[in-house]
């Protein structure tokens, strides 16, 4: 479960990685900064998220990922990053 946080209250969650792209459209809007996506087994992270513009906090541990997603370089306001327990190379 992905559980999404917009000025410190939790705002929605995601049930399964496949709504990740309609939640993130449905994020922007809201002008999410905190999103936790942390032990949902991802194995990549869609290019969208680099619309959330606002996002200061993106916790992406104990997931699948190999590389550090392109996407993330795009998110200016991002202050806080967790990307431990990965298959990072």
Do not use: Y
Not at 22 to 28: D, S, V
Not at 54 to 67: A, I, K, P, V
Not at 79 to 85: A, F
Request: net charge positive; proline share 3%.
């Amino acid at each position: 479960m992905i559980w999404l946080q917009w000025e410190g209250r939790n705002i929605g969650m995601i049930n399964t990685p496949q709504h990740i792209r309609e939640q993130i459209r449905e994020a922007k809007e809201k002008r999410l900064q905190k999103l936790n996506l942390s032990f949902n087994q991802l194995t990549r992270v869609p290019d969208a998220i680099s619309q959330l513009q606002n996002l200061t906090c993106l916790d992406l541990s104990g997931n699948r990922l190999t590389r550090v997603p392109d996407a993330i370089s795009q998110l200016q306001n991002l202050t806080s990053l967790s990307l431990n327990s990965n298959r990072l190379t």
